[in-house]
Each structure stands twice: as structure tokens, then as C-alpha cells.
């Protein structure tokens, strides 16, 4: 009797472990499939704590864009920049300085029927041609055809409007569609060599199917990256990483009507009475244009004024002599991170100064890492791009590497600058990738600062380019647009200072370009160089 009991609990003990451990097979099969949506797709894979976890909710939020209430729409019902036009709100009021402008939008169709919701990419901008003097706009979108835009007026004289449709809402869906679903559009590949064998594969943040890949995920950030793995090589026998190319067909042949040089992209939106106000001067002068307070969201942060910038939320010297320049950086250490557009601050100072003299590190044209040296005035300016994505030419596999892990590196203190971008490359990922990239950056910048308070931060923000039909489906303004948003939201309420290229950019008269011209350029140098020096009022 007694053996029987004992065999009978026993046997209930088992049967209870037996369930738990079913229990928890389960569950964790179903986290994996929670988080899981592709095999290698790193940025379905992140553990994020309940505050990262919460704040990325929040930022995706705050970038949720209008769709239509139908699916489908067909291109004449889509918005036709030609047939629509913007009202000016009391066109002939009385403005003064300062003063806040009020511009309406109305958006029709290809047949000329307004629409009925929002969800187009607008740009806006105030100018004066002839005192070279521009401002962006606030733009509203009130979701029903209609879009509110405000200017703020920052200098007398007659100002006159300029309203364009980037992509018309219908666009943006696609856009959206892609950045979700396509990831692959832009492919990269990494070199594997041993000997005189080589092998190249294809490389991302994520590679579909069931391919053997290398893992090349940073063990510091946990950033993830991935090949496929060469046939006969080991995954330590890469040798460098490239862009390899841009895929075709994305879109069906009506997607494709949606995104046409000449009809709706980056088209004006003409007037349909006045485009222009007469301004005055204020009454009296004071400061009140100043801002001291910096806030990344201000807008407009700045104006042009005779091609110069005019910040608004602190004040710029404007360095037109070299040795102004040398004077401000001599003794530091300057440290620019990132692409293309922040590696133009290394060349024009390079250019610009003839005692900073580029040191030959044999790297390739265009990619770096690249050094110039000032030795009689102690002067080390550097430029590193950073991590994957990144579409660059050939990049050592070496010379891979991520910003937080540079800035990890750095001591920091009076003598030290760093100015960073990153933004571009990142355009045909989902913005988890994104956010995940400036979370690791952030950490790092805090843990700078903590030890080192005296180190100077500056982030140049995200610029509009010049825009066609295929560059719009890798690197459109709205995905830019996205991005910066996303950006300044992240990097608001730390000690770092913004360089406002986006408004710089658009505020311009000159034609849109990934790649500012040199006056351009001037002047963030100058905003840039402002925080090094500042003025002392």
C-alpha cells in the first residue's frame, strides 16, 4: 500500500515537471515569434528594456503619417501640384518684423476635384530674392486637403511665398511600403580573400532565406550585420565592404506614375491671388528674435540674410578669414563622424586653411579615414564615416567601424570636438534600425560627457537633396525628413548642439542638392565653429 502511494506521487511529480518544461518551451516559442519576422533581421531581434521600449512606441508615434481612408487610389485622383494652389491670409494686412505669416493650401486632383485627406510632403519657404534672404515654414496638415502653413517674419522688405508638393500623398504610401517591406533595395557586398582566392557575397541588416551567413554583428553595440558566406572561405577572411548596387522593379506601373520629375515631384504649388507681403521693420530694436534657449524643434531656427545665417537660437561669428578660423581651432583636436555631407566640413577647412595640411593615410578617394595637421598651431582636424549601412565605395574591413565605439574611445575635455551625422544611409531601412543606431550613440556621447564635461558635441542634422524619380525611392526628403525628426527628438535634452543643415538647405535659393554647394557649406562651418568660439556679448 504504502509502495503504491509512493510510486503514484512519484509519478505526479514527473507529470508536473513534464508540464512546466512544456510550459516554458512554449513560451519561449512564442517570443521568438513575436520578435522574430525573418531569419537574420537584426532589427527584429533587439531586447529592449521598458524604457527603450517605450520611447521608440513614442517616437514611431510622433513620425505616424496620414494615409488615405481608401486602399487603392488611382493616379487621377492623385494630388496634381498644377491644379492646386495656396491663398495667402490677409494678403493685405499690415506685418511688421516678427509678425507670423498665415498661408492656406488647397490640393486638388489630376481631374481638379479637391482632395479630401491629407498626407502629402509640402516644403515651404518665405525669401526676398534680392537681399538673398529665405526661411522655412511650419506646415499643418489639417488631414482633409487643406494645409496650414507659418511663417514667421524675420526681415523688412517684400517676402515673397514658395510652396512645392515633394510627393503627393499617394507616394508616401509607396514609401512607406518600401522601407517596410524592401530593405534589401540598397545591396552591399564584402570582399573574402586568402591567398590568391577571392569571393564576394552579398551583405545586410538582413538576408532573407536559408544561405550559411557570417555573422559580423559589433559584439560592443550589438549592431547587427551579415554575408553570405563565401563557398570556400572563412568569415574572417573579409577583406572590405562596398555598395553593391541598387535593386529594379520595386514599383507596379501604376505605383510608378506616382513619382514623375515633371508632374509631381518636388513641384511648385502656384498662388491663386498674391504670393508676396510687404514687411516693416519693427517699431524698435530689441532681441526678442533670440532664442537663447537651444531647442532642436524651434522653427524656423534661422534665416538667410545677404547669404549669410542668422540663428536663431544662438549667435553665429562668421569666420571669412582663415586666420579667424586658426585662431578658434588652434590646440584642439576636431573629430567629424559620419558621411559624405559631414566629411565636406573636412575638405573646405582643409581647403580653407592653408596651415592644415592633409596627412596621406593612403585611403581611398572619397571614404577615408582622412587626417589634416596644423603642427604650428596644434591642430589635428579628423574624419572617420561611419559603420554599415553605409554606401560607400570600398571600405577596409579594418576601418568598419561605429561611431559609439569611436566615441568610447575618445578621453574628451576643453580641447576636444566632435561633430557627427548620420542619417542618409539609413533612408530604406525601417526606423527601428535608425533608433537603435542613435540609442547606442547617445550612450555613448552621455558616457562622454560624464567623464570628460568640457568636451564639445555638435550634431549636423539631415539636408534635402535633389530629387528624381528612382532617387526618391532610396533617399526621398520625406525619408529624411523621418529620420531627422526622429533625431532631434532622441538627442533633445543632452548637452550637444545642432547645426541646423536641414533648414539651411531648404531656407536656400540654390537648387537642392545631397552634397550643399560651398556657401552652403560656409555657413554651417561657420554655426559650427560658433559653438567652438562662441561670441562673447
Same mark, same amino acid.
Given at each position: 500500500?504504502?509502495?503504491?502511494?509512493?510510486?503514484?506521487?512519484?509519478?505526479c511529480?514527473?507529470?508536473?515537471?513534464?508540464?512546466v518544461?512544456?510550459?516554458?518551451?512554449?513560451?519561449?516559442? !512564442?517570443e521568438?515569434?513575436?520578435?522574430t #519576422?525573418?531569419?537574420y533581421?537584426?532589427? =527584429?531581434?533587439? /531586447?529592449? %528594456?521598458? @524604457?527603450?521600449?517605450a520611447?521608440?512606441?513614442?517616437?514611431?508615434?510622433?513620425?505616424?503619417?496620414?494615409?488615405p481612408?481608401?486602399?487603392?487610389?488611382?493616379?487621377v485622383?492623385?494630388t496634381?501640384?498644377a491644379?492646386?494652389?495656396?491663398?495667402i491670409?490677409?494678403?493685405?494686412?499690415?506685418?511688421?518684423?516678427?509678425?507670423?505669416?498665415?498661408?492656406?493650401?488647397?490640393?486638388?486632383?489630376?481631374?481638379?476635384?479637391?482632395?479630401?485627406?491629407?498626407?502629402?510632403?509640402?516644403?515651404?519657404?518665405?525669401?526676398?530674392?534680392?537681399?538673398?534672404a529665405?526661411?522655412?515654414?511650419?506646415?499643418?496638415?489639417?488631414?482633409?486637403?487643406?494645409?496650414?502653413?507659418?511663417?514667421?517674419?524675420?526681415?523688412p522688405?517684400?517676402?515673397?511665398?514658395?510652396?512645392?508638393?515633394?510627393?503627393?500623398?499617394?507616394?508616401?504610401?509607396? !514609401?512607406?511600403?518600401?522601407?517596410?517591406? #524592401?530593405?534589401?533595395?540598397?545591396?552591399? =557586398?564584402?570582399? /573574402?580573400? %586568402?591567398? @590568391?582566392?577571392?569571393?564576394?557575397?552579398?551583405?545586410?541588416?538582413?538576408?532573407?532565406?536559408?544561405?550559411?551567413?557570417?555573422?559580423?554583428?559589433?559584439?560592443?553595440?550589438?549592431?547587427?550585420?551579415?554575408c553570405?558566406?563565401?563557398?570556400?572561405?572563412?568569415?574572417?577572411?573579409r577583406?572590405?565592404?562596398?555598395?553593391?548596387?541598387?535593386?529594379?522593379?520595386?514599383?507596379?506601373?501604376e505605383?510608378?506614375?506616382?513619382?514623375?520629375?515633371?508632374?509631381?515631384i518636388?513641384?511648385?504649388?502656384?498662388?491663386?491671388?498674391?504670393?508676396s507681403?510687404?514687411?516693416?521693420?519693427?517699431?524698435?530694436?530689441?532681441?526678442?528674435?533670440?532664442?537663447?534657449?537651444?531647442d532642436?524643434?524651434?522653427?524656423?531656427?534661422?534665416?538667410?540674410?545677404?547669404?549669410?545665417?542668422?540663428?536663431?537660437?544662438?549667435?553665429?561669428?562668421?569666420f571669412?578669414?582663415?586666420?579667424?578660423?586658426?585662431?578658434?581651432?588652434?590646440?584642439?583636436?576636431?573629430?567629424? /563622424?559620419?558621411?559624405?555631407?559631414?566629411r565636406?566640413?573636412?575638405?573646405?577647412?582643409?581647403?580653407?586653411?592653408?596651415d592644415l595640411?592633409?596627412?596621406?593615410?593612403?585611403?581611398?578617394?572619397?571614404?577615408g579615414?582622412?587626417?589634416?595637421?596644423d603642427?604650428?598651431?596644434?591642430?589635428?582636424?579628423?574624419?572617420r564615416c561611419?559603420?554599415?549601412?553605409?554606401?560607400?565605395?570600398?571600405?577596409?574591413s579594418?576601418?568598419l567601424?561605429?561611431?559609439?565605439?569611436?566615441?568610447?574611445?575618445?578621453?574628451?575635455g576643453?580641447?576636444?570636438?566632435?561633430?557627427?551625422?548620420?542619417?542618409?544611409?539609413?533612408?530604406?531601412?525601417?526606423?527601428?534600425?535608425?533608433?537603435?543606431?542613435?540609442?547606442?550613440?547617445?550612450?555613448?556621447?552621455?558616457?562622454?560627457?560624464?567623464?570628460s564635461?568640457?568636451?564639445?558635441?555638435?550634431?549636423?542634422?539631415?539636408?534635402?537633396?535633389?530629387?528624381?524619380?528612382?532617387v526618391?525611392?532610396?533617399?526621398?526628403?520625406?525619408?529624411?525628413?523621418?529620420?531627422?525628426s526622429v533625431?532631434?527628438?532622441m538627442?533633445?535634452?543632452?548637452a550637444?548642439h545642432?547645426?541646423?543643415?536641414?533648414?539651411?538647405?531648404?531656407?536656400?535659393?540654390?537648387?537642392?542638392?545631397?552634397?550643399p554647394?560651398?556657401?552652403?557649406?560656409?555657413?554651417?562651418?561657420?554655426?559650427?565653429?560658433?559653438?567652438?568660439?562662441?561670441l562673447?556679448?
Amino acid at each position: 500500500m504504502w509502495r503504491d502511494s509512493f510510486r503514484l506521487q512519484i509519478f505526479c511529480l514527473l507529470m508536473a515537471v513534464l508540464a512546466v518544461v512544456v510550459l516554458v518551451h512554449n513560451f519561449f516559442q !512564442l517570443e521568438t515569434t513575436k520578435t522574430t #519576422r525573418k531569419p537574420y533581421c537584426g532589427y =527584429k531581434q533587439q /531586447f529592449l %528594456s521598458k @524604457r527603450e521600449q517605450a520611447e521608440q512606441e513614442s517616437l514611431l508615434a510622433a513620425i505616424q503619417w496620414p494615409k488615405p481612408s481608401d486602399g487603392k487610389i488611382a493616379f487621377v485622383q492623385s494630388t496634381d501640384p498644377a491644379r492646386s494652389d495656396f491663398v495667402i491670409v490677409k494678403p493685405g494686412g499690415f506685418f511688421r518684423v516678427g509678425d507670423q505669416l498665415e498661408v492656406l493650401v488647397h490640393m486638388k486632383d489630376f481631374q481638379g476635384r479637391p482632395k479630401q485627406y491629407g498626407g502629402d510632403y509640402l516644403q515651404a519657404r518665405i525669401h526676398s530674392p534680392l537681399l538673398k534672404a529665405g526661411a522655412t515654414g511650419r506646415i499643418v496638415d489639417c488631414r482633409n486637403g487643406l494645409y496650414k502653413v507659418f511663417f514667421t517674419l524675420l526681415w523688412p522688405g517684400e517676402i515673397k511665398v514658395s510652396v512645392s508638393l515633394v510627393h503627393p500623398s499617394e507616394a508616401i504610401q509607396v !514609401l512607406l511600403r518600401l522601407r517596410e517591406e #524592401r530593405p534589401d533595395r540598397v545591396y552591399f =557586398k564584402s570582399s /573574402f580573400k %586568402s591567398g @590568391r582566392y577571392s569571393e564576394t557575397t552579398e551583405c545586410n541588416v538582413c538576408l532573407p532565406g536559408d544561405l550559411p551567413v557570417c555573422n559580423f554583428t559589433d559584439l560592443y553595440t550589438g549592431e547587427p550585420w551579415f554575408c553570405y558566406k563565401p563557398r570556400k572561405l572563412p568569415c574572417a577572411s573579409r577583406i572590405s565592404h562596398a555598395k553593391g548596387g541598387y535593386q529594379k522593379g520595386l514599383l507596379t506601373q501604376e505605383e510608378s506614375l506616382f513619382f514623375q520629375s515633371d508632374v509631381n515631384i518636388k513641384r511648385p504649388i502656384l498662388s491663386s491671388g498674391p504670393d508676396s507681403v510687404i514687411v516693416k521693420p519693427k517699431a524698435f530694436t530689441d532681441s526678442s528674435s533670440m532664442d537663447r534657449a537651444e531647442d532642436p524643434t524651434v522653427s524656423p531656427s534661422g534665416y538667410y540674410y545677404e547669404d549669410q545665417w542668422r540663428s536663431r537660437t544662438h549667435w553665429i561669428h562668421h569666420f571669412n578669414k582663415s586666420d579667424d578660423i586658426t585662431k578658434c581651432l588652434q590646440g584642439k583636436v576636431i573629430h567629424l /563622424f559620419g558621411d559624405s555631407t559631414i566629411r565636406q566640413w573636412f575638405e573646405y577647412l582643409t581647403a580653407f586653411v592653408p596651415d592644415l595640411v592633409e596627412f596621406n593615410l593612403g585611403s581611398p578617394k572619397n571614404v577615408g579615414p582622412f587626417m589634416s595637421v596644423d603642427l604650428k598651431h596644434n591642430i589635428l582636424l579628423k574624419f572617420r564615416c561611419h559603420g554599415p549601412p553605409i554606401r560607400f565605395s570600398t571600405v577596409f574591413s579594418s576601418e568598419l567601424r561605429y561611431i559609439a565605439n569611436e566615441l568610447n574611445g575618445i578621453v574628451g575635455g576643453r580641447n576636444t570636438v566632435i561633430a557627427i551625422t548620420i542619417w542618409s544611409h539609413f533612408s530604406t531601412f525601417p526606423v527601428e534600425v535608425y533608433i537603435r543606431r542613435l540609442r547606442n550613440i547617445r550612450r555613448s556621447i552621455i558616457q562622454l560627457l560624464d567623464r570628460s564635461p568640457k568636451t564639445l558635441i555638435i550634431i549636423r542634422t539631415a539636408n534635402v537633396q535633389e530629387l528624381g524619380p528612382e532617387v526618391s525611392l532610396f533617399n526621398s526628403d520625406w525619408y529624411s525628413f523621418q529620420l531627422d525628426s526622429v533625431m532631434r527628438k532622441m538627442f533633445s535634452g543632452i548637452a550637444v548642439h545642432f547645426v541646423d543643415a536641414w533648414e539651411m538647405s531648404l531656407a536656400h535659393y540654390l537648387p537642392h542638392n545631397l552634397h550643399p554647394k560651398e556657401v552652403i557649406v560656409k555657413n554651417q562651418i561657420d554655426a559650427f565653429l560658433s559653438y567652438v568660439c562662441p561670441l562673447q556679448t
